[in-house]
């Protein structure tokens, strides 16, 4: 299994910034895809910033020229840094994962995980 562990949210005011970090681990071959998603309630999961498969990253909208998305391939480890943040920011941000995984006798299966989710909030 591989399993996603985020840190980093947390109150702060309108105008701050928050580093969102994303760790995976596990029976890890390869991560294809990594990336960041949020959700308020009531409201359906939606992408805030990706690494995709063919190796660009995607942004919402809302987001693009506020958030940064980084990754440190080594530890299997995605960041968001979030900078300008207004209070509609405001949500559960969940890491994804996808890519392969090992199985028994070495072979190997596609998995897609997800963390248990971060709750940033952004208000004064």
């Known amino acids: 299994q591989v399993q996603l562990v985020e840190s980093g949210g947390g109150l702060v005011q309108p105008g701050g910034s928050l580093r969102l970090s994303c760790a995976a681990s596990g029976s890890i071959f390869s991560i294809n895809a990594m990336g960041w998603y949020r959700q308020t309630p009531g409201k359906p999961r939606e992408l805030v910033a990706a690494f995709t498969s063919g190796g660009s990253t995607n942004y919402a909208d809302s987001v693009k020229g506020r958030f940064t998305i980084s990754r440190d391939n080594a530890k299997n480890t995605v960041y968001l840094q979030m900078n300008s943040l207004k209070p509609e920011d405001t949500a559960v941000y969940y890491c994804?994962?996808?890519?392969?995984?090992?199985?028994?006798?070495?072979?190997?299966?596609?998995?897609?995980?997800w963390g248990q989710g971060t709750q940033v909030t952004v208000s004064s």
């Open positions: 994804n994962a996808e890519g392969l995984r090992y199985i028994t006798g070495g072979r190997r299966t596609d998995f897609s995980s």
